[in-house]
T-cell receptor, first 112, second 117 residues
Framework: DAKTTQPTSMDCAEGRAANLPCNHSTISGNEYVYWYRQIHSQGPQYIIHGLKNNETNEMASLIITEDRKSSTLILPHATLRDTAVYYCIVRRSYNQGGKLIFGQGTELSVKP | DSGVTQTPKHLITATGQRVTLRCSPRSGDLSVYWYQQSLDQGLQFLIQYYNGEERAKGNILERFSAQQFPDLHSELNLSSLELGDSALYFC????????????????FGPGTRLTVL
C-alpha cells in the first residue's frame, strides 16, 4: 500500500472550512484513498473514501487531484467536535478485507 | 456508536499475567481486525480474521494470539504480559464481501485500555 504524507498539525476557526491535505505520490491505479479520524483515544471513525472522482457525504468532501497523487479532505463548517487526529490512508479494496496502515495523521484543532 | 462492542473497557494487571480481550463485530460483518495503539508506536495492525479464519497478520507478538468464533465474535489473548504491552487495543469489523465496493470501510469499537503494572 502506498505511503502518505500529512502535515503534523493544523488549526481551523469554528464555522470555517477545514482543508486537510494528503500527499500519496506513489499511489497505484487500484488503490483507494480513505480518511479516518480519531477523537481523543476513541476508536477511529471512518469519514470517506474515493478512487478518482470527488466524493461527498454527510460528514465531508474528498477532492482527489487528476493525477491522484494528492487529495484534500474538506470539513465544510468545522465545529469544536471536529477536533481530532485525521488519518489519510491509501489501500487496495480487497474482497476479503485489508489492514489499515495508520501514519501519524494530522492533528486538527478547531478553535472558537 | 459504531455497532462494534469491546469488553472490558479497562484492564489493569501485573507483568507475567494473561488476559483476554473480547470483541463483538457489527451484525453481518465477516471480518474482525485487531489494532494496538501505544504512545510510541501509534496505531498498528495486529491481525485479521475473516469468517473464522486468520486472513492477515501484522506486528503481532508470539505471546499474543486471537481467534474468531462461529458467531463471529473474536478474542485477543495476551500472555506473559510486559510493561510495554500497556496500550489501547481496538477491534474493528468490516463486511468485506465485495472488492471495490463501499462496504470495505472498517468500523472501530471503543477500545480496551490495558495497563500492565
Amino acid at each position: 500500500d502506498a505511503k502518505t504524507t500529512q502535515p503534523t498539525s493544523m488549526d481551523c476557526a469554528e464555522g470555517r472550512a477545514a482543508n486537510l491535505p494528503c500527499n500519496h505520490s506513489t499511489i497505484s491505479g487500484n488503490e483507494y484513498v480513505y480518511w479516518y479520524r480519531q477523537i481523543h483515544s476513541q476508536g477511529p471513525q471512518y469519514i470517506i473514501h474515493g478512487l478518482k472522482n470527488n466524493e461527498t457525504n454527510e460528514m465531508a468532501s474528498l477532492i482527489i487531484t487528476e493525477d491522484r497523487k494528492s487529495s484534500t479532505l474538506i470539513l465544510p463548517h468545522a465545529t469544536l467536535r471536529d477536533t481530532a487526529v485525521y488519518y489519510c490512508i491509501v489501500r487496495r479494496s480487497y474482497n476479503q478485507g485489508g489492514k489499515l496502515i495508520f501514519g501519524q495523521g494530522t492533528e486538527l484543532s478547531v478553535k472558537p | 456508536d459504531s455497532g462494534v462492542t469491546q469488553t472490558p473497557k479497562h484492564l489493569i494487571t501485573a507483568t507475567g499475567q494473561r488476559v483476554t480481550l473480547r470483541c463483538s463485530p457489527r451484525s453481518g460483518d465477516l471480518s474482525v481486525y485487531w489494532y494496538q495503539q501505544s504512545l510510541d508506536q501509534g496505531l498498528q495492525f495486529l491481525i485479521q480474521y475473516y469468517n473464522g479464519e486468520e486472513r492477515a497478520k501484522g506486528n503481532i507478538l508470539e505471546r499474543f494470539s486471537a481467534q474468531q468464533f462461529p458467531d463471529l465474535h473474536s478474542e485477543l489473548n495476551l500472555s506473559s504480559l510486559e510493561l510495554g504491552d500497556s496500550a489501547l487495543y481496538f477491534c474493528a469489523s468490516s463486511v468485506d464481501r465485495l472488492a471495490g465496493s463501499s462496504y470495505n470501510e472498517q468500523f472501530f469499537g471503543p477500545g480496551t485500555r490495558l495497563t500492565v503494572l
